[in-house]
């Protein structure tokens, strides 16, 4: 399944955290549920694999945090959580695992690629359109009509696993026409307006703009997955490794994942 890496790029001057020059003290919970705090990064380089639907916040998260700390640099690989477990237990070079189901993470937890995981966000469905919804579709039971074109995620990504747990709460089968690696993908094939519809998380929507519009999937039936991130124990840098998974976890990071529509773990 194809991944797409892309190093992250230095953030505006809008988005600098405060006292650029050195990264700043983070945050992580401890035990008893305060903050505990955290020294500086060290210099050098990690790889992160993260779930796709994180692509555009951990970018600017890594831009942010490598911005603080000169001489940082984090590599980003997205892609479907279940592939990047995958590859993280077949000994793919990594340092931080940030995925989209806990199912995942304890794949690599068992492998022992990996421990003490901690959730960091949560994310629901949402029904994801052309902006001219040629199909007109309006409620969760329109994407069982017969004629109108459906994609979503393959059953064993978390975004198609969690799909399903939609319609088996509302009640429907939904025959998908497509099923794609991952949301990113399942997305682009509703702004290209090769289907009608399709079933990606509402981050997803918010962050193709005016390239699809969203259908909210109303709460009663609509379920969520979380997601859980942790250094993986072959890191090259682990206290550089540390540090990101800290920053993700601190107010800051929190802050941006809350503003990109993720709800809190």
Do not use: W
């Amino acid at each position: 399944m194809a991944l797409f890496t892309a190093l992250a790029t230095v953030a505006t001057a809008s988005v600098l955290l405060a006292g650029c020059g050195a990264l700043p003290d983070v945050v992580a919970p401890s035990a008893g549920g305060a903050p505990a705090a955290s020294g500086p990064a060290a210099p050098g380089h990690i790889t992160v694999f993260a779930a796709a639907s994180l692509s555009e916040v951990f970018t600017t998260l890594g831009a942010q945090f490598e911005q603080a700390d000169p001489g940082t640099t984090i590599t980003f690989s997205f892609g479907a959580s279940s592939t990047l477990a995958m590859q993280i237990t077949e000994g793919a070079p990594a340092d931080v695992f940030a995925s989209a189901s806990g199912t995942n993470m304890d794949a690599v937890v068992t492998a022992k690629a990996a421990d003490t995981p901690t959730a960091f966000a949560q994310n629901v469905m949402e029904i994801a359109v052309p902006p001219d919804n040629p199909a007109h579709v309006a409620t969760l039971a329109d994407l069982a009509k017969r004629g109108v074109k459906v994609a979503l995620c393959q059953p064993d990504v978390p975004c198609g696993a969690v799909a399903a747990k939609v319609f088996t709460n509302a009640g429907i089968a939904v025959i998908p026409v497509t099923l794609e690696a991952d949301v990113k993908a399942t997305l682009t094939k509703v702004e290209l307006g090769e289907v009608d519809a399709g079933v990606v998380y509402v981050t997803d929507v918010r962050a193709a703009g005016g390239k699809a519009a969203g259908i909210a999937i109303p709460a009663d039936v609509n379920a969520s997955t979380s997601y859980p991130i942790a250094a993986l124990t072959a890191s090259k840098n682990p206290q550089l490794a540390k540090a990101f998974v800290e920053y993700v976890l601190s107010p800051q990071g929190q802050s941006a994942l809350a503003a990109a529509g993720f709800q809190k773990p």
